[in-house]
Structure formats: C-alpha cells, structure tokens
C-alpha cells in the first residue's frame, strides 16, 4: 500500500502504524491526523474512496464518521452557551415550547448533552423517509415521550441526539443549523466538510461499506446480544427506528440530509483540526471557561444503551480507563463513531487526532485500527 502524506521528524514510527492498518486490518480507504501545539505532527492517507478502487483517498476526502458529528454538533451548541444565548441549566421547553409535551417540560440543554434526557429513540415507529426532513424529524422528536424519568438514569441518544440538540441550538440561536456551522466552525478553521455531503470545500465523498474481515473485538458486543434478545426494547429501538438509519449510507438522500447526530462527513484533518483548536491553552473556537465545564464529568453509568461504563461531559465522551475509550491520557475528551472513526483533544500532550476510514468495523467505540494509532502516538510523545 502507497502510504500518502508527513510526518514531522520523530513521528516517523507513525507511517507503520497506519500502514499496519492496510495490511493486517482491512483498511481499504482511511486518512490519519494529529496536530500538536497547532502543528501538523501527522497527516497520512492511503487506498481508495470508492468501492470500484478507481478514486485515490486524499488528505481531503470526505467520510461519513457516523457519531463522531456529535462532537462537532456540541461544539455548536457550545459556542451558544458562550454567546449568552443559551443556558444549559434552563429547560429546553423555555426555547422550544413544543418541546414540553409528553413529559419532558423540565428537561434541561444539560441532561440532553450528557445523555440523561431519556429522549433516545422515537416511541412510535416511524416513517423511513422521516429521516431526511429536517423539520418533520424535529416535530417528530417534540412529540416523543422519554423512554424513562428524565434525569434518573443514562442513556446514550444514538439518532435523536441529532435532532433534540440541533432544534435547541436553531430554537436558542434563530439561525439554521448549517448556517452557524459554516461560519462559526468551518470558516474559521477552514474544514473540508461538515454535516451530510454536499456544500463543502471538499467534494471528495468515501464510500463506506463493512470490513472484509472483521476485527477481534475489544470488548464484548453487549448491544448486539440485546438488539437480538427484545427486538422491541430501547436498545434495538434506537437503532432501527427507522431502518434507514441504518441504510443507504452512501446514497444521495442520506448525503444530502441534515441528520447531525450521525451524516456528518469529514476528513480526519477536519477532526484533528477541531479537536487540536480545543487542546489548545487558549482555543479559539470556546472560551475556556465553556470548554472547562463541557470538559468536567457531568455523567458516568453503565450505560442503558451502549451497555458499557461511559464518562459524558457536555456532549463529549471523556477518556476512560478501557483501551477503546482512551484518548491519549485522562485529560482527553472526544467522540467515536460507528465504524471506527474518532477524532478526539488530549489537553495534556496539546494534540487534536482524527482518524476517518471507509471499512467499517463493528465496533462503536474505536477499534484496533485507531487504538493502534493512538498508542503509537502516545509513545512518541
């Protein structure tokens, strides 16, 4: 495999780790970054972004790093908190009235950042074609009952994130999603992508599709075996209602869709570069006063969904002791996304990662591929 790209003196060891993820892994299509103190210490990319093998991956190739958007999708409503337009200990119904219904007046922005909303998955089955009407799936989310009292317990939103978060942050702004996107994140920072495929810098889309071969896992797949043993329960429910969220990730509806807990599509140097602007002493994107409380533990459980021990702060999954959930060191904060991609801020070592492929794994945290990345980075730090 042609490995693309740099490494900064005394990152060399960088080019095997990611071309082990070629030969022994099954990566087909994938892009690497890490940024240290502002400074590209790594950009690598390699193989192709289509599935006939005739488009080369580049640096800027855009991949649908599935959760991974819910970092950026935070950082937005982040950045409301800053502006003074938005109060994360207010309920969202004093933004969003209709909102209130169905038992959920006194959720708060708080509780729907750190996953304790109960507000994980429509309670109705719903239309497939819901998801890719912005404005339907916002009235869809205001209507859904919680699945359990709000505020008792942990349950990771893995769809509806998207839409309760990004209808606060519409509602609390009074501007469009995409809108506060372009100009307070992409522009500045000049990134690829962004949220779905279509308007951005870069129009160089991954197709994604499953590993050939898949990896030994790093952790038991509880969410399988309980997707398989109550069909209709929160877990499964999460995740396949509709089914098209779990479809036709490489057609043009989903890519032209507005789905932010899940379509987001960027480049790994898109990742590293927001999360290394979060590293830094003095971020540009958030004061850091915002930042400090985002980055302070506000929930740990065992998760009723991703049925495993996760830390959230506000909208970030902070690091953790398991390999698989470890972001450089204990300062780290950031967010996987099904498959494999991640992208993540190690305030200690001052570093923004981003790792972005097109060969997804099972897993919904990192797997092999990454965790082999981040590991060779830490030892080179």
């Known amino acids: 495999m042609d490995i693309q790209g740099y490494c900064a003196p005394g990152f060399e060891a960088l080019y095997d780790a990611f071309a082990t993820n070629f030969r022994e892994h099954g990566d087909v299509g994938a892009a690497f970054c890490?940024?240290?103190?502002?400074?590209?210490?790594?950009?690598?990319?390699?193989?192709?972004?289509?599935?006939?093998?005739?488009?080369?991956?580049?640096?800027?190739?855009?991949?649908?790093?599935?959760?991974?958007?819910?970092?950026?999708?935070?950082?937005?409503?982040?950045?409301?908190?800053?502006?003074?337009?938005?109060?994360?200990d207010r309920p969202v119904a004093d933004y969003w009235p209709e909102f209130a219904a169905a038992g959920k007046a006194e959720i708060t922005a708080r509780q729907l950042l750190c996953h304790r909303s109960g507000v994980i998955a429509f309670r109705e089955r719903v239309a497939d074609s819901l998801i890719y009407d912005w404005q339907a799936a916002l009235q869809q989310v205001a209507a859904t009952e919680p699945w359990w009292q709000p505020g008792s317990a942990q349950g990771y939103s893995p769809f509806l994130y998207g839409w309760t978060l990004g209808g606060l942050i519409e509602k609390a702004s009074g501007e469009p999603l995409m809108t506060l996107y372009r100009r307070l994140i992409a522009e500045p920072l000049s990134l690829d992508g962004g949220f779905g495929a279509v308007g951005h810098r870069s129009s160089s889309v991954a197709d994604v599709g499953p590993l050939k071969k898949p990896l030994p896992e790093l952790r038991d797949n509880a969410i399988g075996r309980s997707i398989k043993q109550d069909r209709q329960g929160a877990v499964a429910t999460a995740f396949t209602n509709p089914v098209t969220l779990m479809m036709g990730t490489n057609g043009d509806e989903w890519r032209s869709a507005l789905i932010p807990a899940a379509n987001g599509h960027f480049s790994a140097r898109d990742l590293a570069t927001i999360y290394g602007d979060l590293s830094a002493d003095t971020p540009s994107l958030l004061p850091a006063t915002v930042l400090a409380d985002a980055t302070t533990e506000q929930s740990r459980a065992q998760d009723r969904i991703l049925q495993a021990d996760v830390a959230f702060g506000c909208g970030f999954i902070l690091s953790g002791n398991a390999e698989d959930l470890h972001f450089g060191s204990a300062a780290g904060f950031g967010h996987p996304g099904a498959g494999g991609s991640i992208g993540f801020a190690d305030p200690a070592a001052g570093i923004g990662f981003g790792y972005a492929t097109s060969r997804m794994g099972q897993s919904l945290f990192m797997d092999q591929r990454a965790v082999g990345l981040v590991n060779c980075l830490c030892r080179l730090l």
């Open 34 to 88: 890490a940024i240290q103190h502002g400074e590209v210490v790594a950009s690598l990319w390699a193989g192709s972004a289509d599935r006939g093998g005739e488009r080369a991956f580049e640096e800027d190739t855009l991949v649908n790093v599935f959760s991974s958007s819910k970092g950026v999708l935070a950082l937005l409503a982040l950045q409301q908190v800053a502006a003074g337009n938005l109060d994360l």
